[in-house]
């Protein structure tokens, strides 16, 4: 389980001072913008191993959940939740969706149950920028994701790519590959989740980079920063104010987004009438046909006879 | 138990000496005479002969042919009965027509009532009604004969006398047994020998080549022979042969009337047989012409007192153009005439029709006057296992019940009625031997008392049966540790105060190695009649316990799935219903249920969700909730409702018609979480015939399309035991039970083509079946869960081999296809 408590945010520290000021800049922003505004919980989540808990330390600042770079993680979903200045963070590292080529349904529950009664305002996918396909496999968790949280949570989320510092294949530039992925991953998204194209590209997922590589470069105020030259970190927070900022309401995960609406309450209340329906309806008319049946069927000759109606013709 | 059989619906009747002679006499006449007078089945023929070996008694025969006199003194009934006739008839050589006079009225063609005597009573049973009547005289001599068969020896004697020369038959040795090596038959009027063995001749002599007979046989045969009425004179001459044995010669004078253009049909069954005035030989010619004038009165007035038959238009006319082609009304034509009648009645079933005279000869209209059977009473009677009548346990309002009105008094007697009755009876499966005899009413002329004879069942039985059953393992093929020794207890109170009410009660076991594992209890009461035997009203109340286990097919993986832990389902409970039959096949059934669900693994420990192995091996345990309260045991209590139209009857061996069954469970919140609901399901199926065919035995039948669609639904609480599963030999084949989807709501459609190939079918069907999207809807979405399509479609081709259908159908889902085996109809 995650530690309930809410421990003061030290690992900021740890960044170079000018991340640490973008941060608090930014952070304050977003406080003057969006009133009352004190706290902030992102939701991690995405295929396994592609670097989620690594993007959630790094955001931190600190090794706040372990990363098992060669074996799956646990089953159990943990939040770390961090206060600054009147403000808390809260991320929420998921584990892996996929489970032998199977979207792990049980891992998906386990997810809901862990964020009953929490509201989620910003939904991180994650996935490899080094991946060079998509297939049916993304498609069903994004599909999962979407059954679980509601179409909505597409419009509180952020695409992020890691291994953003790689050489792309050869002959194509990095922006190039990079504009391609990301429409790929957006395509697939909007596939899987069945939201209308129009209605897509109306709010335009933002698709962010991030190195959480030890190597990654840096700039002169020993910033991460990406092959463009971006720190990443203060970009990515941007991008998440952003989505906070961008009107949509944030999703509230009560009982009854996790378990949907029960099939067993609907139209209970129509009982009755579909009853008389029925009756009148079907179980009059079959008694009606059967009566209609019975004047209708054909005597055989014999009993015709006898009852005076065949009038000596045969 | 009862047969169907026609023969048996008419067994009775030959018993004893009477059936060791009826039995030798048919089968002489199939050996020796032509063909049979009328094709009818065997059932009617049977009960033809026998009815006039009933009145054609020896005795009677003789009494009759010996005295010539025109009063003969009543030593039985027939006597009494004796009717005027054609004196022109009479006139022939040995029966003495005392009154030579012209003005006689009808033919009596005998009155044999037609059907067979009881049991026991053939022998006597002459007295018992037959008409003394000419015809009956036709086949009498086939009696004597027959019991002179019996009696006698193959030995005879040679004549002695010289070879070529003709001898009177008055010229015959008494003391003699003479063979008859030849019958030959002149007709003097036309000159020459009667060829062909056709004729009807030859079935009124019961003379055969090569019987041996007696002189006083012989002078019997032409005794008869005169009486019959179709000769105005007959003789018999032997010819001597030089091997010692008779050449016989019938030399003879057909009766004729003058020629009719007429023909009406009369039925005179019920009516007084009318008197004849003794004609006094003193009287003078007024007082004669005064008698004959009566007479003539009298049977008009006869005439119009009669019924109207049944014999339909179209058969009189044919009669008519008989009466036209021939131009003057001879015997045989009388007789072709009685044939054709009287084989309308049989074949229409009227077993107990007879034509008994023919009247108003020598006018322009022939009268055919018929004794169609009327029904005067209705006997319903018990035996024991004897055969002595006792007093049965059945009320007899029951049984009148199930009885066509057909058989009712009042009404003509129809064979298919009688079957009609035999079947209704049959299944009110109390009876282990129905039978249905028509006897002859000895109080009334022609009438016919009903007679049904029924043995009963014992009324309280127990049973006990045993049985090795082998249960499929896991990849469905038995495994030698899957045979187990399973037996069944039941016993059963049939038939409580007579009214068909029972009690039935039954344990199962299919393991008696380890009988708690499943023990399968059964105990049920049926009453029926609920609105009182005498209401024509059919319902019926049954209350029955009942248990049940059965696998779930909503706990079943999809294609690719691994084996998925089964699910089974216990049921405990409580049923009580009122069914209503409108006919035989539609009802409507309401009534209530209370049971107890316990959902079970594997290791028959309860559990409370479906479970799915996970490709790391172990068990998912979080699949969807096997009950409505989630503990893994709902109890319950709902309203159940069922209405069945079903006009569908089989025509040449196939169905044909309609079936529409509308089911309703209809929940009353009372039970585990309250469960509320409305479950329906609505399956309509079309069988529609194709081609006109020709309907009766041994024709083939038609080719015909099978139409059907199932649609369920459900709302409020579905637990998943109740969610309706698709795929299965009975809603989409070629996939497994539940291999599609378990669902809220269901539609199913299906085609079939049958078509007919020797005496079986082969048939191409497709179906379709979808979840219409309401999988989700389902708690814990089985259909999801366990990986499943939700729709699917299958086609295939199949043939149908007695009880068996084999059937290769084409998973649409996957494409492949596979052999099926399956045992039952589809639809």
């Known amino acids: 389980m995650s530690s309930p408590l809410t421990r003061d945010w030290v690992g900021i520290q740890q960044f170079p001072a000018a991340t640490q000021n973008k941060l608090l800049e930014i952070l304050g922003k977003l406080k003057e913008e969006v009133h009352n505004v004190s706290t902030m919980t992102i939701l991690v989540m995405g295929k396994g191993g592609v670097g989620k808990s690594s993007t959630v330390n790094s955001i931190l600042g600190e090794r706040a959940v372990t990363v098992s770079t060669f074996q799956s993680e646990g089953l159990r979903p943990m939040m770390c939740s961090r206060s600054r200045a009147g403000f808390t963070l809260n ?138 030259g971006t720190p990443w970190i203060p970009n990515l927070v941007r991008e998440i104010t952003l989505i906070i900022s961008n009107g949509s309401m944030p999703i509230v995960v009560d009982q009854k987004l996790i378990e949907g609406p029960n099939p067993n309450n609907r139209g209970k209340l129509f009982i009755p009438l579909i009853l008389a329906f029925q009756y009148f309806f079907v179980i009059r008319r079959i008694q009606r046909a059967i009566k209609d049946d019975i004047a209708k069927e054909s005597k055989p000759l014999w009993e015709l006879r006898d009852l005076g109606l065949a009038d000596r013709k045969f | 138990m009862a047969l169907y059989a026609p023969a048996q619906l008419l067994s009775a009747p030959i018993g004893g000496a009477a059936s060791l002679s009826g039995r030798r006499r048919r089968r002489h006449s199939a050996q020796t005479r032509g063909p049979k007078p009328y094709p009818s089945p065997t059932v009617n023929a049977r009960n033809h002969e026998t009815l006039i070996s009933f009145s054609s008694v020896p005795s009677s025969v003789s009494a009759q042919a010996g005295d010539s006199k ?43 009532p037609p059907p067979p005597p009881p049991p026991g009573g053939g022998g006597g049973g002459g007295g018992g009604g037959g008409g003394e009547g000419f015809w009956s005289r036709i086949f009498s001599p086939l009696m004597a004969n027959a019991r002179d068969e019996e009696g006698g020896s193959a030995e005879w004697d040679s004549h002695g006398l010289p070879a070529n020369i003709v001898v009177q038959l008055n010229k015959l040795s008494g003391l003699k047994r003479y063979k008859i090596s030849e019958i030959l038959f002149f007709d003097r009027r036309r000159g020459s020998l009667v060829a062909g063995t056709e004729d009807s001749f030859f079935e009124m002599v019961s003379l055969r080549p090569n019987g041996v007979y007696t002189k006083a046989q012989l002078q019997k045969e032409l005794e008869t022979l005169a009486s019959c009425g179709m000769f105005e004179k007959v003789d018999l001459e032997g010819k001597t042969k030089p091997d010692g044995t008779l050449a016989l010669t019938v030399s003879f004078t057909e009766s004729t009337w003058q020629s009719a253009d007429a023909f009406r049909c009369i039925n005179v069954g019920l009516m007084q047989q009318t008197k004849q005035m003794d004609l006094d030989p003193d009287m003078t010619d007024r007082e004669k012409l005064e008698y004959f004038r009566s007479q003539e009165r009298d049977y008009r007035r006869r005439i119009e007192r009669s019924r109207p038959c049944l014999l339909p238009v179209p058969v009189q006319r044919e009669v008519m153009q008989m ?44 009268v055919c006057e018929v004794v169609e059977g009327d029904i005067t009473q209705l006997v319903i009677q018990f035996q024991d296992k004897l055969g002595n009548v006792v007093e049965g346990n059945t009320q007899l309002p029951v049984i009148r019940r199930e009885l066509p009105k057909q058989l009712r008094p009042g009404h003509v007697f129809n064979i298919e009625a009688g079957k009609q009755a035999l079947r209704n009876i049959n299944s009110l499966a109390l009876f282990s031997n129905i039978e249905v005899n028509p006897r002859p009413d000895e109080k009334s002329e022609g009438g016919i008392i009903v007679e049904i ?71 049920d009461y049926v009453h029926p009649y609920l609105d009182g035997v005498y209401n024509p009203r059919n319902r019926t109340f049954r209350a029955s316990c009942f248990n049940s286990r059965k696998l779930s097919p909503v706990f079943t993986g999809g294609p690719g799935v691994d084996e998925v832990p089964p699910v089974w389902i216990d049921r405990v409970g409580f049923k009580t219903n009122i069914t209503e039959s409108f006919t035989r096949q539609s009802k409507f059934t309401y009534g209530l249920v209370m049971e107890e669900i316990i959902t079970r693994d594997e290791t028959s420990s309860i559990c409370t969700h479906g479970s799915r192995a996970l490709p790391s091996g172990g068990l998912s345990m979080d699949g969807p909730p096997t009950t409505l309260s989630g503990t893994g045991t709902d109890r319950m209590a709902f309203a159940q409702a069922n209405i069945t139209r079903d006009n569908t009857k089989f025509v040449n061996g196939t169905v044909v018609g309609e079936r529409d069954v509308f089911q309703l469970d209809q929940g009353l919140g009372i039970g585990s979480n309250f469960p509320f609901f409305n479950r329906h399901q609505l399956t309509l199926t079309r069988f529609i015939q194709l081609k006109k065919v020709e309907e009766g035995a041994n024709k083939p039948p038609p080719p015909v399309l099978v139409l059907h669609g199932h649609y369920g639904g459900c709302v409020g609480d579905l637990p998943s035991y109740d969610a309706f599963t698709l795929g299965g030999p009975y809603s989409v084949r070629g996939y497994n039970m539940g291999e599609l989807g378990a669902c809220r709501n269901i539609l199913e459609l299906a085609g079939e083509l049958r078509i007919p190939v020797r005496n079986t079918h082969v048939y191409l069907f497709a179906e379709h079946g979808t979840d219409l999207g309401s999988s989700k809807d389902v708690k814990g979405n089985p259909t999801e869960f366990f990986r499943r399509a939700g729709q699917g479609s299958s086609y295939g081709v199949g043939a149908k081999l007695g009880l068996v259908r084999a059937e290769y159908a084409v998973d649409h889902n996957s494409g492949t296809g596979a052999v099926f085996f399956r045992f039952g109809e589809r639809f």
């Not at chain 1, 069903?140 to 291994?163: N, Q």
């Not at chain 2, 003194?73 to 012209?102: D, F, H, Q, W, Y």
């Open chain 1, 91 to 228: 991320i929420i590292d998921t584990p892996g969706l996929v489970e032998g080529g199977y979207v792990n349904d049980q891992a998906l529950e386990i997810i809901k149950r862990f964020l009953l009664n929490k509201t989620i305002d910003v939904l991180l996918y994650v996935d490899r920028l080094d991946v060079y396909r998509m297939d049916a496999l993304d498609r069903l968790v994004i599909k999962a994701i979407t059954d679980t949280f509601g179409k909505a949570i597409w419009r509180r989320s952020l695409v992020v790519l890691t291994h953003a510092q790689l050489s792309p294949p050869d002959g194509l530039n990095y922006d190039d590959f990079f504009a391609k992925r990301s429409e790929a991953l957006r395509k697939c998204i909007r596939l899987g989740a069945r939201i209308k194209k129009q209605e897509f590209q109306e709010s335009n997922i933002p698709v962010v980079l991030v190195e959480n590589s030890g190597r990654c470069r840096t700039n002169d105020s020993a910033e991460k920063i990406l092959p463009d």
């Open chain 2, 70 to 112: 025109p009063d003969p003194s009543p030593p039985s009934l027939e006597t009494r009965r004796a009717k005027p006739r054609n004196r022109k008839t009479l006139i022939s050589a040995a029966a003495a027509a005392t009154a030579a006079a012209t003005g006689a009225f009808f033919l009596n063609l005998g009155s044999p």
């Open chain 2, 323 to 366: 009466l036209r082609e021939q131009g003057k009304v001879s015997a045989r034509l009388l007789q072709r005439i009685r044939d054709r009648v009287q084989k309308w009645y049989h074949d229409e079933g009227y077993a107990c029709a007879q034509v008994v005279n023919f009247g108003n000869l020598n006018t322009r209209e022939v």
């Open chain 2, 453 to 523: 004879k029924l043995k009963e069942l014992e009324q309280k039985s127990a049973e006990v049966s045993t049985e090795w059953s082998i249960v499929p393992g896991r990849n469905g093929r038995p495994t030698l540790a899957s045979i187990q020794p399973g037996g069944t207890v039941s016993f059963e109170h049939r038939n409580i105060k007579g009214l068909n009410r029972s009690i039935l009660g039954s344990v199962t076991s299919s393991n008696l190695l380890n009988p708690q594992d499943d023990l399968s209890f059964k105990l």
